[in-house]
């Protein structure tokens, strides 16, 4: 069978383009038909919505809020022209991206997932959007996500669920779960999205895709839709440890507009190799427990075993404070987050319900814009923060935090590289765990710690497990050393005893 | 530590939530139990151990007090719900200022 | 004895005042917006400064190094390294529904001043302590629509944010004042340093230094009493008498077996009342965190040293340069108070007399001043012209009657104009010793002989009639000795 042009990687449609193999205007007509067919989108108007007629038979993905079609092709369109006045042109010029609906962009309406912004249109770009367009990419459009980024299923978005391209009975992961399902179902061959606690490892993983949350500073916050600023951080979806690599080199780099972000350089990334003599890597013994389900397992095992025969020495590793991680983050994440969505109050943007006086109007607002679980958060996190129980949650959280960052600091003195599964067990079924928020809040308790201590962290897919669905490993480095996660990734995506990459979704859709 | 029923109410209050009473029925055993959880936290001996604020960030970050052009008044009032005279409205405020 | 005085005998009275000054940079806290004041509404706003969701802060340099050089003027002690904290409140001129503010490490800390207070007629220095300094952010006006146009029974409100993000600094003293006219020394002293300092115009007609006064009242040797604080404090004057209606109030209400509720109160200027705006039920819960949007600011020694070796001379040494060079307290302050130093020290440099120059200040340039409602920075005068109309009156060019006038041109000209030129085109010229002049004395001489035999007579105060007959045919341009001199001459050679 002919590989379809959806079929091809980033880099691969880069050289296509460049020898003029093919236009921009195909590599984007190609993505848009594929995603007319199985995202469940209106295709009436040059935007197109997720379509409204959905039932529970709804086989659709649903990774798109917002497909910007025309302007895609508008933009395709100018990038061949530009090709055809022979103007030299960034390296991925015309690749198709998609982008979380959480990163402000003009043009499309940012929506984070939630009714309080269902029809807000920012009046500013984010850098990282910026950065994409800049880099000649074709942003498609905007991708379904957890309301607010607060969630692990995507089962949060006010618009609806994403369903996972394995099995669409199942979720995709969250909170940037329509990120990674656009590209699991080759809807686009990379994907922006956002990690505060495992939002890109996680979906990375139950799609059976990759994904990397950078070092905490590395990608500008500016124009991230907050919901733990000191958590928050935006990164690349791919099919490919090499296209991964590439959008995240893409999106990364120093920003005059976010006090937190990094000037230093941090090293450039690796060439793909598979010799990975000399690595240390370290094995989290507090993350390879039986909290974590035997198949995970298995194959966790088996890339550890994978690891070794291209060179590089495992260690167990104990990081005593990781078990505590998962609490302190659902105390400094809600904090946070209580703060940063005070701002939706019906004022000055988005969503108001009327009410007689200014406190009513705000109170009905916020109860009516706001989902469930963005309303729990904000609840734990106030509490967290108020007279009485301030040094009990927040602080005593903040300070665990420290202990987190300081045990990796120290395992970091031994190892290049830590390794731990990237969930307890691989995705799950729609409401399985939506009446239990803590059996939700569980599906993070591995990638947490690297949240909290800020470090890159990036989950690519080891096959397949008993249920049938993608299992996933997560790497992690020292700050600023997102490369060794590149180095050690490489080596896995190409050792052959690793079965790797979803199945192609149209079997699934068929 | 748990949080009543009354004590929901008053974190509602402060977050400005309106919640009626099925919500508040529905959050006090999720909210105690969200709570419980995260209480783990206490069994880490930290006194001596500085709270991190920001994982990675560098001090002193500053921008020169040179103007830059602000956005247009249209720009930002063409979000806002509710406008008059070239400002936000918003109906009658009763609460306290800060 | 001292100013508690007022207050009847065994009741202490204890103030604190909570000062914000807003700063003159050109730019917001956070954001680029320049910081005009009285622009169109929402024009002077961006993303930052409106809360617009995924904006950041980023901090503006200049608005710490002038936190910094203003908590060294107040004798503070400058954190080396401090973070600031989000306090959680809602309100519609709060963009984000948390200001940036600091908390549990302010940039500056235990400052303290020493004021002036004349008391019985004594100058005594008091020194009030500051508890802190720190850095803030403004917030939005509010407009209230409605028939009674303030907050109580509008109808709706209406949002400006050019204000939301200009730069802010709290000034917070130990509640040990006691007595109105210290208070009202301190925030006079405080004033002159944000302006000797060049951090703010510090206006408070424009809002850009805000007074909140905390007073409570006991009897001697008793604990702290509940405290009301008190807002609308827009000048000096105000605060010296809402302190003193306070007090009174709150001594009243404790003598007639009430209790005093923790509350915030308006001062009404024009029925000098205060009356309650609003009673705090409990302490606000403002729920402070580090913002972790924002990174440390570190003060090193070397920085604080570097910014101190530029402090410019402060008022309590400026004052004792005025009383070197011959000026008397009021002086002094008035030329401080009205802004003057740099006029004043041209002035002088010029060759001006430096007593005459302070007379002029606080005179005759302070009244025109309050009349046209103006700075003297807006008014355009400068050293050179003070020097120059202070010459003419000495040379005998102007009287001081046409020297007024000439200043009113002055003014009215912004400072275009020089001294010369207007007394020039007004014909302000006084008329010396000269033929026109004694052509017109004797006229005058010869028209009242009554008048010239009564002086002869020994009636020599009569000679101010003649003057006065002089003046008026000259149109007032006739230098008064002079002719003094000259109808003396002329009566006495024809006698």
Redesign the interface.
């Known amino acids: 069978m002919a590989r379809e042009l959806t079929d091809h990687t980033a880099h691969e449609l880069a050289v296509l383009l460049t020898d003029g193999t093919v236009s921009a205007r195909e590599v984007t007509d190609a993505h848009l038909e594929r995603i007319a067919t199985f995202d469940g989108v209106d295709t009436s108007s040059g935007v197109w919505h997720r379509d409204d007629n959905t039932g529970s038979n709804d086989t659709a993905i649903h990774a798109f809020l917002h497909v910007l079609a025309d302007a895609a092709r508008d933009t395709a369109d100018e990038i061949d022209a530009k090709r055809a006045r022979g103007e030299t042109l960034p390296a991925f010029a015309g690749v198709p991206v998609a982008i979380k609906d959480v990163l402000t962009w003009p043009g499309s309406p940012t929506t984070c997932g939630s009714r309080m912004l269902a029809n807000w249109n920012p009046p500013y770009q984010a850098t990282v959007v910026t950065r994409l367009i800049d880099a000649g990419l074709i942003p498609l459009g905007t991708t379904n996500m957890d309301e607010f980024a607060m969630g692990s299923s995507t089962e949060n978005s006010a618009f609806g669920p994403t369903r996972n391209p394995f099995d669409v009975a199942c979720v995709p992961g969250g909170s940037s779960g329509g990120s990674a399902a656009a590209v699991a179902a080759r809807f686009a061959p990379f994907s922006v999205g956002t990690d505060t606690g495992g939002s890109i490892r996680q979906p990375a993983a139950f799609t059976g895709i990759v994904g990397t949350k950078p070092t905490y500073g590395t990608v500008s916050r500016y124009g991230l839709v907050a919901f733990a600023s000191s958590l928050d951080q935006a990164g690349p979806f791919a099919r490919t440890v090499a296209d991964t690599a590439a959008l995240h080199d893409i999106m990364r780099g120093h920003d005059p507009r976010d006090s937190t972000s990094i000037t230093q350089a941090a090293p450039a990334f690796p060439a793909a190799t598979t010799d990975l003599s000399g690595v240390t890597i370290g094995v989290i013994s507090e993350l390879v427990t039986d909290g974590f389900s035997p198949d995970v397992l298995a194959r966790f095992n088996d890339t550890c075993q994978a690891l070794s025969s291209r060179g590089a020495t495992l260690i167990d590793v104990s990081l005593p404070h990781a078990p505590y991680g998962l609490a302190a983050y659902y105390l400094i994440a809600p904090s946070e987050a209580s703060s940063n969505l005070a701002r939706f109050d019906g004022v000055r943007y988005g969503l108001r319900v009327d009410a007689d006086t200014a406190e009513e109007m705000n109170a009905h607002t916020r109860s009516e814009g706001f989902g469930t679980e963005v309303k729990r958060r904000i609840m734990i996190g106030t509490h967290a923060l108020s007279s009485g129980y301030y040094d009990a949650y927040y602080l005593q959280a903040s300070k665990v935090r420290t202990l987190i960052a300081r045990d990796f600091s120290n395992a970091f003195t031994h190892v290049d590289a830590l390794l731990s599964p990237t969930t307890p067990s691989t995705a799950f079924r729609f409401g399985e765990k939506t009446a239990d928020p803590i059996a939700m809040y569980l599906s993070d308790v591995a990638t947490v710690p690297a949240s909290l201590a800020g470090i890159p962290a990036m989950s690519l897919p080891i096959g397949i497990g008993d249920d049938g669905m993608p299992v996933g490993v997560q790497i992690m480095a020292p700050l600023l050393r997102d490369d060794v996660l590149y180095r050690v990734a490489y080596a896995i995506e190409q050792t052959p005893l690793i079965p790797t990459g979803p199945r192609a979704v149209a079997e699934v859709n068929a | 530590m748990s949080l009543p029923e009354e004590d929901v109410r008053h974190v509602a209050r402060l977050a400005r939530l309106f919640v009626t009473d099925d919500e508040v029925a529905l959050f006090a055993p999720q909210l105690n139990a969200i709570l419980g959880y995260a209480e783990q936290v206490a069994e880490v001996a930290a006194d001596d151990v500085e709270p991190m604020v920001h994982p990675f960030a560098p001090a002193d970050v500053a921008r020169d007090d040179i103007p830059s052009p602000s956005l247009s008044r249209d720009a930002i009032l063409a979000g806002a719900p509710a406008v008059e005279q070239m400002r936000f409205a918003v109906p009658r405020i009763v609460a306290e200022e800060g | 004895m001292t100013d508690t005085a007022f207050l009847p005998d065994g009741w202490e009275l204890v103030v604190g005042l909570e000062v914000h000054v807003e700063l003159d940079?050109?730019?917001k806290m956070w954001?680029?917006?320049?910081t005009t004041f009285g622009d169109?509404?929402?024009?002077?706003?961006?993303?930052v400064c409106?809360?617009?969701?995924?904006?950041?802060?980023?901090?503006?340099?200049?608005?710490?190094h002038d936190a910094i050089l203003l908590g060294l003027a107040i004798n503070g002690h400058i954190a080396e390294?401090c973070?600031f904290h989000?306090?959680?409140?809602?309100?519609?001129d709060?963009?984000?529904?948390?200001?940036i503010s600091q908390y549990d490490t302010p940039l500056v800390s235990d400052g303290f001043l020493d004021v002036e207070v004349e008391i019985d007629g004594a100058i005594v220095i008091r020194r009030v302590g500051i508890e802190r300094l720190h850095m803030e952010e403004d917030t939005g006006k509010?407009?209230?629509?409605?028939e009674s146009g303030r907050?109580h029974g509008?109808?709706?409100?209406?949002?400006?944010?050019n204000r939301c993000g200009i730069p802010l600094l709290e000034i917070v003293s130990h509640p040990e004042i006691h007595d109105p006219v210290t208070a009202q020394a301190y925030l006079r002293e405080l004033q002159a340093i944000v302006i000797a300092t060049g951090v703010s115009p510090a206006r408070m007609d424009h809002g850009q230094m805000r007074c909140d006064a905390n007073v409570s009242v006991r009897r001697f040797g008793d604990p702290l009493g509940t405290r009301t604080e008190i807002k609308n404090l827009n000048s000096v004057r105000s605060l010296g008498r809402a302190v003193r209606y306070e007090a009174l109030r709150q001594v009243d209400e404790i003598t007639g077996g009430n209790r005093i509720r923790l509350e915030?109160r308006h001062w009404d200027e024009s029925r000098s009342v205060t009356e309650t705006l609003?009673v705090?039920e409990s302490?606000?819960?403002?729920?402070?965190?580090?913002d972790?949007?924002?990174?440390?600011?570190?003060a090193p020694t070397e920085r604080v040293e570097t910014i101190r070796a530029t402090m410019p001379e402060l008022p309590a040494a400026t004052r004792q340069r005025f009383a070197d060079a011959g000026l008397n307290r009021e002086q002094a302050i008035g030329v401080i108070a009205l802004t003057a130093i740099d006029v004043y020290d041209d002035a002088v440099k010029h060759g001006a007399d430096a007593t005459r120059v302070a007379q002029w200040l606080v005179g005759d340039i302070a009244g025109v001043l309050t009349q046209e409602s103006l700075t003297l920075a807006e008014a355009g005068l400068t050293g050179q012209h003070l020097s120059d109309l202070i010459a003419m009156i000495a040379d005998g060019q102007l009287s001081h009657t046409m020297a007024k006038t000439v200043l009113g041109h002055l003014v009215d000209s912004r400072g275009q104009a020089t001294p010369q030129a207007i007394a020039k085109k007004h014909n302000l010229v006084q008329l010396q010793d000269t033929d026109a002049l004694r052509d017109i004395a004797r006229q005058v001489v010869d028209e009242n002989q009554e008048t010239v035999q009564a002086i002869r007579g020994g009636n020599t105060k009569a000679i101010g009639a003649l003057v006065g007959a002089v003046m008026a045919k000259t149109k007032g341009q006739a230098d008064p000795r002079a002719t003094n001199q000259l109808l003396n001459e002329l009566i006495n050679a024809s006698a």
Not at chain 3, 94 to 99: E, F, G, P, R
Not at chain 3, 142 to 146: D, K, M, R
């Open positions: 940079t050109a730019t954001c680029g917006c320049a169109e509404p929402n024009t002077n706003v961006c993303p409106t809360g617009q969701p995924g904006s950041l802060p980023v901090v503006n340099k200049r608005a710490v390294r973070q989000r306090k959680n409140y809602f309100y519609p709060l963009a984000k529904n948390y200001q509010s407009l209230h629509v409605g907050i509008a109808e709706r409100s209406l949002i400006d944010y915030t609003r705090k302490v606000t819960d403002y729920r402070y965190f580090p972790p949007d924002l990174v440390a600011v570190t």
